[in-house]
């Protein structure tokens, strides 16, 4: 006899949790544990190290997103099986960034639950027959295209503050007088704000900054 | 001897005919036989004065001075020598004469002829160059006197002095003169006991004496030649042994006219180029007093200027305390300080009165000992001394003035020492009467300027009470308004949120838990007939539209992607689906983003977007918009713009549009924010919303 997949369910809602069991108890899974919350369902899974884990999106505490991506970064081997209400794109693209193998919705046939828990353990990404077919694929494209993390998120809070200066026209001395910091910092400052943003003068950091709505025309 | 003596006669007069000396041919005895002109002009007699055949102790009488009886001794104790006798010697009026004499024995009896000869001209000469130089002396001085920069009354008593020790006064005086008021007034006076000062301090042109003066030619009044003797001034004189009035009258540059007197008490009477010397040296008196006056009258302007200056340094400030103290308690402590600085008084109040209880509260003091204010706190408005100073209106009033000393405040009053206190009694505000109470524990007048003065600041004073008060109440209701608004905009959203919660957690799980039991229901019937299962499949079909329909509903309300992924995803998503439906372009770009903003701001921020993304829809015809959503620091900013025809102001007023914008600014202010919208018909609209970022989600 095969090994039974040992699964573990995160669900807030106990009537979904208790329908879900009984379903999937037998035909080679075996349900090791049960989480209501994110949090718990984190510390959980570290002791128990399921196969499988299914897991909500709408959780309390932490949601579940945030709990695969942990879950997913401190035990990779663990598959996470997202079940949820939420069918549009943007969670589908949000959970395969966070580790997720497979995005089901829960209008989908139950089965199809099944289909996806041996799917995953195959090493496959599933997601819900209910998605336009390409958006795995859309998404791949999305993620090869390049950075979601923009120049401006790497800018400091204290370089951003300085930035808006410099775009509404201040010069470093009067930066250096608004902030009460000496015009040497605002000088570092404004060196690691272009190195950053790969602008090499004060006119384009000031486009830059009228581009991206920091300051008006 | 009597014939040959007046044969001899026509000789020796022809003998001395040719000489200007005065000639007086006498006999031993001292009977006069003859006299030329000369001599008659040398004594200064008239020509109807005839002295033939008088014997010269009559003559005397006459004046004649001893002079020539001396003249007479000595030629007849010396015999037949002719002497003469070139002395000079002042005699009564008899100035100075050259007297040579001879004695004729030739004829019988024999003659003495006395020659008069006059050698005046050189003494007179020196009185003059003396007299002369005095006269440069006195005008020296007083031309030192006005150019000096000593006080005015100084310089005009000095001036006084003078002039009247050039005429050898003993009383001086100097009058203004009104004409209009027909009416002279006392500037200044030297000797003149001071008992009549007062009286004669305003004296009336028309008085008799005074119009006597005026008639006599301005110069010398002698005292017996005055009118009876009634007024003031003449009884004065009477007492002070007045016997002569020098008097002139002067008018510089037509503006003032002044009368100057002096009283001579030595019954003589005034040599004649003393008095044309007088008349300049008084005209020049004359306008030397006017430029004093002139100068004092600069003077006052000039202070009155300072003054005016001053207070309208003063009205700015309280204009500027008025329009920006953000409190009452503010504008009257900065009121306090500002009036009791102005004006000197070392302690200030504010009162309240309370004329129904009966009940005075103070509202703010400056300079009061703390025990003292709490006894100040509340007094009974009946306490009469106070009800006094009420009744006194702006008032300074002198510490023993005020009546009925039993009771706190004048116990409190000795014991901060205080000399003078003004009182102004103010109504301001919604009829509330106000007490504005200023303290001096100097001892001296406040001048009556300031008083005036004071009652304008005070007017000022109850103004800004006034304005601030009504401030209040607006900013109060403004207040309410606004917490009113935000209330609802915070229950309305939490109102949807949880609905949403509630189809989505509540309905839709049930729906979800339902469609599994009826899955564990079918796996039970196996082999299921085909009649159940295709029930079954109906009823799986109808929760799915159940369930599609809740999540819309749910997501419309409030989208759970908000808070699951955050605020950019969920507005690329709603921007895409958007754009799917309207024919509308949108180019959205976030930077900045690295963490989630709070999720009130979120909230704000998308709503405020979907509301945008409507209006364009609705009313801007616009083909393009473009959303920039920045992280900045401090401040998270969105902006939106559109190319549409732009909003006029009439239309932003109108209660559609108008309550969409109203109510996205109401949103941005409840988080803190900042709300703009740029547009004009045909130039597209721009929105532009800036919200503060707080602590770790920086």
Redesign the interface.
Known sequence: MPEQIRVFLVE??T??R???R??LEGKGIRVIGEAGDGLQAVRMVRDLKPDVVIMD??LPHL?G?EAARRIVKASPGIRVIMLT???????V??SLEAGVKGYLV??A??DELLVAIRAVMKGDTYLSSNFPRGLLESYERMVKRGKS???????T??E??I??HIAEGYTSPQIAGILYISKKTVENHRANIMAKLNIHDTAGLVRYAIK???V?T | MDNNGNRLMPTVIKALDHTSEGILIITLEGKILYYNKAWLDIHAFGPEDDFRGMMLPDVERKELGPLINEAREAILTTGSFTTQFPTTRRDGKFHVVGVGCTLIREVDPPLVVIILKEVTELVQAQEKLERRNRELGVINEMHAAMTSSLSRNIVIRRMLKLLGDYIGATYYAVYRVDMRARRATLRASIGIPRKYLKRISSVSLDAPAMLHMFRSGNICVLEQDLPHHRGRLDEMRVVLNIKRTIISASSARGNYNYLTFFGVTRDEDIPADVRTFYQTAAHDFGIAVERVELLDELDRRQRELKRRNEELALIGEIYEIITTAPTRKALVRRMLETLSTFFGAEMAGLFEIDRSQDLVTVVDSLGVPPGVRRKLRRLPMSNRSFAWMVRQRGVVVPEEDIPDRIGDLPVIRKELRIKRTVACIFEAGTGRDYQLVLCFTKDEDVKPEVRLFLESAVKRFALGIERRELLDGLRKSQGELESLTMRLIDSGESEKRNLARIL??DV???I??L???I??FE?MLVPASSCVRKSLEAM?SQL?LM??ST?KLSRSLHP??L???GLV??L??YVDNFVRREALEVDL??????KRLPHAMEVTLYRVAQECLTNVVRHARASRVTI????????A???IEDNGRGISNKKRNTPAQGLGLVSMRERVQYVGGRFEIKSAPGKGT?I?VEIPIKGSH?
């Open positions: 807030d809602h009537i979904v208790e329908g879900l009984p379903l999106i709408g949601g997103i209400i939420h069918d549009e794109p943007p969670f693209f949000k829960k209008d046939p139950l993390v923009d120049d401006f998120s790497h800018l809070r204290r951003r503050e930035l808006q991206i709505g920091l008006e | 989505h957690d839709g799980q049930l979800t838990g469609r599994y039991e899955d564990g796996k799986r799915r369930s599609d999540r759970a992607m808070g699951e992924l995803p969920t690329t998503w770009q976030a930077v900045g983003f690295d920039k959503l920045t992280k900045g620091y401090p401040c900013i969105m902006s721009r532009r920086a």
